[in-house]
């Protein structure tokens, strides 16, 4: 929905599906930090390993709570 960051839709559909979403928020940058979906966390699978999020096709700079 127009407003919503790529975070808000995250946890939306993680919580409207019954998917396990384990993140840490900071404050004061208004940001989220996701450590694990699915039980599947940072680092599981080396230590490059994570969570991005794609933006019409672009890795964004900013955060996932940039609000759209």
Same mark, same amino acid.
């Given at each position: 929905?127009?407003?919503?960051?790529?975070? =808000?839709? $995250?946890?939306?559909?993680?919580? =409207? *599906?019954? %998917?396990?979403?384990?993140?840490?928020?900071?404050?004061?940058? *208004?940001?989220?930090?996701?450590?694990? %979906?699915? *039980? $599947?966390?940072?680092?599981?699978?080396?230590?490059?390993?994570?969570?991005? /999020?794609?933006? *019409?096709?672009?890795?964004?700079? /900013?955060?996932?709570?940039?609000?759209?």
């Amino acid at each position: 929905s127009e407003g919503e960051s790529v975070f =808000d839709v $995250l946890q939306r559909v993680c919580r =409207d *599906n019954g %998917i396990h979403m384990e993140y840490s928020w900071t404050p004061m940058y *208004n940001s989220a930090y996701v450590e694990g %979906i699915a *039980n $599947l966390y940072e680092f599981d699978v080396g230590s490059l390993s994570g969570w991005m /999020d794609k933006d *019409n096709g672009w890795f964004p700079t /900013d955060d996932s709570g940039k609000r759209y």
